[in-house]
């Protein structure tokens, strides 16, 4: 018998990769934080000896959920303000709430509250854009979870940093102190085409290259910034982004509702990733992504929720159902997007994304062991045809049990272990009344 | 000090009536199945003793959802062939299927389980159409639900009627059983225009008013269906239900995606109701219904979760949220259906489309006492700094905590009351192994 940390044993397992498989009755052997074997049950049991033996026995397991688009602390601002247009939203509520509350307490206190609903909800990575990156990397590493931390640059001053010099100077600062974290790798997160000149984005282009990490902004988000775009450069922005350098194999380009088919071309071209946010482009009426055309073009896509502020929750169970289904209405094809394939957008395409397809996005011998394990017993999922189905058309975020990230096991039959949940309760409604009195 | 059956105090009361309203700790008083009073908390404990008293520190009460379209039995069908068209979904699986399985004991397991995952996620009515609607009308009034039965007919055979004839004798003895049963309705469910000719359809129209019975069919829910009736009888089929003499108040029509100007404003003359199916739509491509168009017109929309095989589940929050963002993007204005005006959709409204407005579907003293208990102190919803947002675009089924019908408690601390939960999961789990040969 050889020894294992961890023994987990499964009705359903789903690696994602080879696509589309349902192993039933097997089992994953976990030490020093990665998947050392996957095998059917009763060959784990007698050749492994488990210093922990999980048994799930109505339960599927895949790989934790990679949230490639979202805005931590923002849901501090959950519910703050909606119905109403992105620009007047931004302008008239979230950027003055902002630029009076944003603080590395904000941003401590709202990323734990975020990690704490994306944990419970089967996350196990995030690719964050915000201020204060440091406090986000920070954060997620205390609480053992996995972040892509952006490096915010935009034009103009925020209490984190007063002038484009010191966006770079105190992000590159973040980047190095967290490179030898395994659980924390940085991106470069100009906030968007709009509000980020030439100069800083040729930067981008460069250090990005020099320090081997992605790009990370909002592109083509509604149909006014393109022609606004058009108006004033005589340029659409992917194509300004493409002569600055920054649409490459680097670039995730997050939103992308507003697309022709040349720019599609581009993308598959450049081996740019697209991350798709299908409830905040619903809610913000921005348009509708061409995922279905994107992904027959061979862009990979990947899924975010965006920010609570504008989804209101960090759900990818919701997100990838909803992808799932919007994808089908706006391909006019019902057979578009199948389960499987929403299944891979929120793990694997979002690894890929952020480089980290070799370490995450899959269950596979050699990968950290990022594990997410739903609870498909419940009546909600009942009868169980396909898992797969069952997981993207039926699921609900309730239905997730455990989770693991580098093998350490942070939810446990729904109850995290890294973080205090009524703690993060209680701040989050102290910020609340702070914040509504000024809104 | 009078005495009431129950008194439930609350952190928020959301009665719909007025629209758009917030109470703040206040309780809401039942006696004989009706509310009798709502009033502040503090007055209320002063003024009633109540047989059972119940505080919900972190709650929303809510009129109980109605869910104004569903096929409750095909739950037992949840997940079995996805991603399919919806001709191809009907013809080759879905009719099959049916054919082969359909019978008393399949309509009332399938029922049952329905009604447990309805109660669960805050329904407490629902308008069905299917096969046996005795079944359904007999499962519903045992486990203390309300429902409005379909009367189905259909131009084929079934096992549940061999020829039109058949299925109006049967289904008048189902309407004439009930008629007393104050939990149960019925309604004539032609199944749409392309399966149901027009002698069927005129005795329809007939019968419907001398029973005073609304009038449920799928109406205009893809292209191919209008496009196919133009080539075959030279009319749009809402023009021909309209020359039958069924676009009238009675009428409750499913789905309509596919909907010009001028059949927007048929509908808002004649007084007719709309059900909106938006996760139905989406999954099989159906077309985008105009929403926000028909209820700018004045159309009475309701909503609808469409049966859990082409959904995949009967969760009227999840059909809130997408319908709420669904209809901004559609009408490409973030302002559309506002939060407040979906909450009114999954209740009021649909009480109106099936003329029970005067008993269910808001918060009002003299209604019935059918209320949703919605725990907002949860993460997922936390802050809250607008309950009503929080409900619609947050709050997720698994935040039901308790569901009255009636007055009775039908969902306690989210266990079932009235049903046995495993029992209908172990039958869900032996029709599965059957059908599954099958498919």
Redesign the interface.
């Known amino acids: 018998m050889s020894q294992v940390d961890t023994l987990i044993h499964a009705r359903w397992l789903i690696p994602v990769e080879p696509d589309n498989t349902v192993l039933e009755h097997h089992a994953l052997a976990i030490e020093d934080g990665r998947i050392v074997d996957i095998l059917p049950s009763d060959e784990a049991s007698a050749k492994y000896s488990a210093h922990t033996e999980k048994r799930l026995d109505s339960h599927a397991l895949i790989p934790g959920l990679v949230n490639a688009h979202t805005h931590a602390s923002m849901s501090?601002m959950?519910?703050?303000s909606?119905?109403?247009?992105?620009m007047e939203?931004l302008q008239d509520h979230i950027w003055p709430a902002e630029a009076k509350w944003v603080s590395p307490e904000f941003v401590h206190d709202g990323t734990e509250?975020a990690i704490?609903?994306m944990l419970?909800?089967g996350t196990t990575c995030f690719h964050e854009m915000y201020f204060f990156p440091d406090t986000v990397a920070r954060v997620a590493s205390q609480s053992g979870m996995r972040a892509c931390v952006g490096i915010i640059v935009i034009d103009f001053p925020t209490a984190w940093a007063s002038d484009i010099d010191e966006y770079f100077r105190k992000g590159i600062v973040v980047h190095d102190q967290f490179r030898n974290n395994s659980l924390i790798s940085t991106s470069f997160a100009p906030h968007a085409p709009y509000t980020v000149s030439d100069e800083p984005l040729s930067r981008i282009a460069t250090y990005a290259e020099e320090l081997d990490i992605p790009i990370h902004i909002h592109v083509h988000e509604i149909e006014d910034e393109v022609t606004r775009a058009v108006a004033e450069t005589g340029k659409r922005p992917l194509q300004r982004l493409q002569e600055l350098g920054l649409v490459s194999p680097r670039l995730i380009a997050v939103h992308m509702t507003q697309l022709v088919d040349e720019e599609i071309e581009m993308m598959a071209e450049s081996g740019g990733h697209v991350v798709h946010c299908p409830?905040s482009?619903?809610?913000?009426?921005?348009?509708?992504s061409p995922v279905a055309k994107l992904m027959q073009a061979g862009v990979n896509v990947a899924l975010g929720t965006d920010g609570?502020a504008s989804?209101?929750?960090l759900?990818m169970f919701?997100e990838m159902?909803?992808a799932?289904?919007?994808a089908?209405?706006v391909?006019?094809?019902?057979?578009?997007l199948?389960?499987a394939q929403a299944l891979r957008m929120a793990t694997l395409n979002g690894a890929r994304a952020l480089g980290l397809e070799q370490e995450i996005g899959s269950l596979e011998v050699g990968k950290a062991a990022d594990i997410t394990a739903v609870d498909l017993?419940q009546?909600?999922?009942?009868?169980?045809?396909?898992p797969i189905?069952?997981l993207v058309?039926?699921a609900?975020?309730?239905q997730v049990s455990d989770v693991w990230v580098a093998g350490r096991h942070l939810l446990k039959q729904g109850q995290l272990t890294s973080l205090d949940?009524a703690s993060?309760?209680t701040r989050?409604?102290s910020?609340?009344e702070k914040m509504?009195d000024f809104?």
Chains 1, 2 share one sequence.
Not at 82 to 86: A, M, N
Not at 281 to 288: D, E, H, I, Q, R
Not at 331 to 336: L, M, R
């Open positions: 501090l959950r519910g703050m909606d119905d109403l247009p992105l939203w509250m704490a609903e419970k909800s409830q482009n619903l809610k913000l009426a921005s348009g509708f609570a989804n209101n929750d759900d919701a159902q909803t799932a289904l919007l089908k209405a391909a006019g094809d019902a057979t578009a199948p389960a017993g009546l909600s999922t009942q009868p169980v045809y396909h189905s069952q058309y039926a609900g975020r309730e949940e993060i309760i989050a409604s910020w609340r509504s809104d």
